[in-house]
């Protein structure tokens, strides 16, 4: 199997919280962000192909949140809405 590489570049904030991840897990940097990004595409491709999105427990908390939350509309919405109807 032939290989590729693929560059990313970030912060060093960034770099160094990837790096510390991965020395959790015991395994290089690389292999991190390859297990990481992998398992995250499979699972949007799967979504997309599926017309499904799968949400943590914490996502399907605040998704349910802003759902009960009063819509705010803006001035500029207020506006866009009044020309819609025809006033």
Partial sequence: MKTA???T?????????VTR???LRGVTTSDYVRQVVLAQARREVEE???????????EQRAFWEALQA?????KRQRQLSRIMRGH
């Fill in 9 to 17: 570049r970030m912060d060093q904030s960034s770099k160094k919280l």
């Fill in 70 to 74: 009063p819509v705010r509309l803006t």
């Fill in 48 to 58: 997309a192909r599926s017309r499904t999105i799968a949400l943590s427990a914490a």
């Fill in 21 to 23: 991840a991965a020395t």
């Fill in 5 to 7: 590489n693929l560059m």
